[in-house]
């Protein structure tokens, strides 16, 4: 079986292109493009290994980049085929707000050697039968994502990744009942604390219990029990223009430091540049949102708060 995806993709600079490498596994062989806005995935091999190696590969992209890569041309043996067929499962298909507020970790050093694509195999693939949730985990991580899981009550994806973030810990390090140290070291241990307490001070939320915010937040969508210190708790409390902010600040804190965690378990280590720019840029979206009166971080989001003040839009 010969298959060629022709994917496009979020306008990419220069820097984050990644050079033409050729795909040499046990019993697929073919190459991965990237051009400006296209990725090409081109395969041969028995047609179970194609689409196996496919599919691991599509969900390398996603990791580096932070979503699904849309697929306008499939050609199988030479002939055209509907790209729908690629949408295996519905999580494939990245809903508009991921799509827009991704950031790549990798930039144009993105690894699809088979040492790499073998660990992110082993790590998506631990299910019950293995004694392990990671399957589970990592499938509702990416349904999050999803454009079928666009409409969701924003409480429920925050809650959601929070018990990623639990059970990602239990899985990887072992049992506890430590909800809020396992939260801590997700974000901790992936992103700079400063900056992620800034953000939440931005918030009106003490730098010294955002772990406790974050823990209650998920023990009160889970168990439908009021807490007070959860972040609902502080935002129904508070009179800032940040308020209805403070779910969707953490959502995108919570996803981009999960997305580095599983990196770094299949041995990916991100570029801190891209991790500082990603971070940044939630901070600078918040920000911008509001009209706060601090300084964007980020070069595009301090030039877009300069036109801001002038009165003219920047899209």
């Known amino acids: 079986m010969n298959i060629v995806v022709e994917f496009k993709t979020k306008r990419n600079t220069e820097k984050n292109i990644m050079k033409t490498?050729?795909?040499n596994y046990q019993k697929v062989f073919g190459k991965l493009e990237q051009e400006t806005e296209r990725f090409i995935i081109s395969l041969e091999g028995d047609s179970l290994d194609?689409?196996?190696?496919?599919?691991?590969?599509?969900?390398?992209?996603?990791?580096y980049d932070g979503y699904f890569y849309t697929p306008c041309k499939y050609v199988v043996d030479g002939a055209d085929e509907n790209v729908k067929k690629l949408f295996f499962l519905s999580f494939y298909n990245t809903g508009k707000t991921w799509r827009n507020c991704a950031s790549t970790l990798m930039g144009a050093d993105k690894d699809f050697s088979e040492e790499r694509r073998l660990k992110n195999g082993e790590l998506r693939n631990k299910s019950r039968t293995s004694g392990d949730m990671l399957k589970t985990l990592i499938n509702s991580f990416f349904y999050i994502h999803s454009e079928a899981y666009e409409g969701i009550n924003v409480n429920h994806k925050l809650s959601l990744l929070l018990n990623i973030c639990d059970g990602f810990v239990i899985n990887t390090s072992g049992p506890n009942n430590n909800v809020k140290a396992n939260i801590a070291k997700v974000i901790g241990t992936a992103l700079d604390s400063k900056t992620v307490k800034y953000g939440a001070e931005l918030l009106g939320i003490p730098s010294k219990k955002l772990y406790d915010a974050l823990m209650l937040e998920r023990h009160e969508i889970d168990h439908y029990i009021m807490k007070e210190g959860s972040l609902t708790d502080y935002e129904v409390k508070s009179v800032s223009a940040t308020k209805d902010y403070i779910n969707w600040y953490f959502i995108y804190i919570v996803e981009l430091a999960l997305r580095i965690a599983f990196l770094k378990e299949i041995g990916c280590e991100c570029k801190d540049e891209l991790v500082e720019y990603a971070l940044n840029d939630i901070n600078d979206w918040l920000i911008l949102e509001c009209d706060l009166q601090e300084k964007c971080k980020n070069p595009i989001n301090q030039m877009k708060q300069d036109f801001k003040k002038m009165g003219i839009s920047m899209t």
Request: no cysteine.
């Open 21 to 23: 490498q050729t795909i």
């Open 50 to 63: 194609v689409i196996e190696v496919f599919r691991n590969i599509w969900e390398l992209m996603f990791l």
